[in-house]
């Protein structure tokens, strides 16, 4: 089976009788999220009121769609969306009774395969995978859905070889340096060149073109890692067997690294599509223009410790006194690379040299699983969840949470996520632990994880987001400034608050929060007056604790110097969870 599974699949389910298969697809695909209608009440992770908006947002936002309907409900729902079926997600409807998968779009872009994954789960309901595309039933493989560690270097060739191979015509099968299995696992009878398996020798520098002339067929698959510019009727593929070792002095410009990882490929002759990660020392890890340079080529970063690249000190072309000085090991570029591309992988590219920076290849027989060697750039999502009610949770948090493997936050709030943390390790603390919370996250992401905060409302209205910001800037911990964070809006309570009222904040609003652990409250004060005075819409956060029982009322003292007595004040509680009250009182 060709293809990545999708990950972060939308199970949404439409009537009744879908629920029971819901549940099970579910437990089938790990990282799920089940969709239900909010009128009929169910185990849902998220409820939903109108489905053709909800399917709309999570196709927009990239999650794989599995739909328990009809396959015309989904077509019609994403029709208008259309745009580029490469950066589409697929969509899959899955017949109600369980009998059939059917890849409604993005069949090669983890459709088909998605599909072949429900029919196997449900073998036991009699469910086939209904795949369409040509390509999958005649040949055994899709040539536009190479499996992981495999790039197109011209996609707009897959059409006419796809074709040729369809009619029964003879394609080539040219391999060089690197054996592409999966294309002989399907009913193709490649045509053999005559002249010999590598009719067209790599190029040692510069850029090389492969055509009809080179071989006795008409058009041919070439697989290799060298820079070439392929004839119309030619399909060429990169096994991602290259590793781009790179080294610097701190903060090197990014532009001087890419144009000398650019220079060392083009006088090699190497197409960067054949690298499959950029890889360095630990010191490094925080270094912006290593990782603008991975962001670039679409790749991911790993990170190797001094005594790993110690270990390939034998192997090094020169031993580096400076390197040795400022990191302990005597090559970064060229050790990184020879880590990564395991012990029969080669020096392809011997150590280059700019002004502040190294660059080194290697080359391993096989494509490479950046995730089997070294270590990965932490990632820190910052996730908003909203009030609590998984309808108000965006599918941008959804997609983040379920992307994570270590989850933190308070622990009313992670009960709240439910099913959508289900599996990934939990790190509940009590209220009040809010720095320690902050502090654990960065940690476990600095430690190369992906991890997700959970924040309540949205992270960044007085939320977590701030606080984890603030320590990044005041610690200035070089582990933390390598996490790659994000933040994802959620759904404030001002917001959920002002949606059950009407529309208050239609017009223009401030928002204060009457905690004074942080700020004093004279300047609180001066701020609810400013408002008062200003005649703004006034949304108050943190109103009353035991700590401060009074300052709800000296608040309201305040706004009625300049404000009518029967000024509506809401006061909302629990909004989007159980116990939610919200009530409407005269300002005296």
Not at 195 to 219: F, I, K, L, M
Not at 271 to 282: D, T, Y
Not at 424 to 437: D, L
Not at 495 to 514: E, K, M, N, T, Y
Request: proline content about 7%; aromatic content about 4%; glycine content about 12%.
């Amino acid at each position: 089976m060709t293809g990545v599974v999708p990950q972060g699949t939308a199970i949404v389910v439409l009537g009744p009788g879908g629920a029971g298969l819901g549940y099970r697809l579910r437990d089938l695909l790990p990282g799920a999220e089940l969709f239900g209608p909010s009128a009929r009440p169910g185990d849902w992770d998220a409820a939903y009121d109108r489905v053709m908006p909800l399917l709309g947002d999570l196709f927009m936002a990239g999650r794989p769609i599995v739909g328990v309907s009809a396959a015309g409900i989904l077509v019609r729902a994403v029709a208008p969306l259309l745009d580029d079926k490469r950066a589409e997600p697929p969509v899959v409807a899955l017949a109600e009774d369980g009998s059939a998968a059917v890849p409604v779009l993005g069949g090669h872009q983890g459709g088909n395969t998605l599909a072949r994954i429900i029919a196997a789960g449900l073998r036991d309901l009699g469910c086939v995978a209904a795949i369409t595309t040509a390509g999958d039933l005649r040949l055994g493989f899709a040539l536009d859905e190479p499996p992981a560690g495999w790039r197109i270097a011209n996609p707009d060739g897959v059409k006419p070889i796809a074709a040729a191979l369809l009619a029964g015509e003879p394609v080539a099968l040219i391999e060089q340096g690197a054996s592409a299995d999966w294309l002989r696992t399907g009913t193709v009878s490649w045509a053999v060149p005559a002249s010999s398996p590598h009719p067209n020798p790599p190029p040692q520098a510069g850029e090389g073109r492969v055509g009809a002339s080179d071989r006795n067929t008409a058009h041919a698959v070439l697989v290799t890692d060298r820079c070439i510019s392929p004839n119309a009727d030619t399909l060429v593929f990169h096994p991602q067997v290259l590793a781009l070792g790179i080294g610097c002095k701190r903060f090197c410009p990014a532009e001087e690294i890419a144009a000398l990882a650019r220079d060392s490929l083009a006088a090699a002759g190497l197409a960067s599509g054949a690298i499959a990660a950029v890889v360095s020392i630990e010191l490094k890890s925080d270094e912006p223009g290593i990782h603008a340079l991975a962001e670039a080529l679409g790749v991911p970063t790993r990170f190797f410790p001094t005594a790993r690249l110690l270990e390939e000190t034998e192997r090094l072309t020169v031993r580096s006194q400076a390197a040795f000085r400022a990191t302990g090991c005597w090559g970064v570029a060229e050790g990184a690379a020879l880590a990564a591309a395991g012990p029969d992988g080669i020096l392809i590219v011997p150590r280059r040299q700019s002004r502040g920076a190294t660059c080194a290849l290697a080359q391993a027989p096989a494509p490479l699983d950046a995730a089997s060697f070294g270590r990965p750039r932490g990632r820190l999502a910052i996730v908003g969840i909203g009030p609590g009610d998984p309808a108000w949770r965006t599918p941008e948090a959804s997609a983040l949470l379920a992307a994570a493997d270590d989850v933190v936050g308070y622990r009313l709030y992670l009960d709240l996520l439910g099913r959508a943390i289900a599996g990934k390790r939990r790190h509940a603390s009590a209220i009040g632990q809010e720095s320690e919370r902050a502090r654990l996250a960065l940690d476990l992401a600095a430690a190369g994880g992906a991890v997700a905060l959970v924040s309540s409302g949205d992270a960044g209205i007085y939320g977590l987001a701030a606080l984890v910001f603030e320590l990044l800037d005041r610690e200035g911990q070089r582990d933390w400034s390598a996490v790659e964070v994000t933040v994802a809006p959620g759904v404030s309570a001002m917001q959920s608050a002002a949606a059950r009222l009407g529309a208050p904040l239609g017009h223009d609003f401030c928002v204060i929060s009457l905690s004074d652990l942080l700020t004093p409250w004279p300047r609180i004060h001066a701020r609810i007056e400013a408002a008062a005075a200003g005649d703004f819409v006034v949304a108050l956060y943190n109103p009353r604790s035991s700590r401060r029982p009074g300052h709800l009322a000296e608040a309201a003292g305040l706004l009625l110097a300049h404000r009518r007595p029967d000024t509506p004040v809401a006061i909302a509680r629990n909004l989007g969870r159980a116990g939610e009250t919200c009530r409407v009182l005269r300002l005296d």
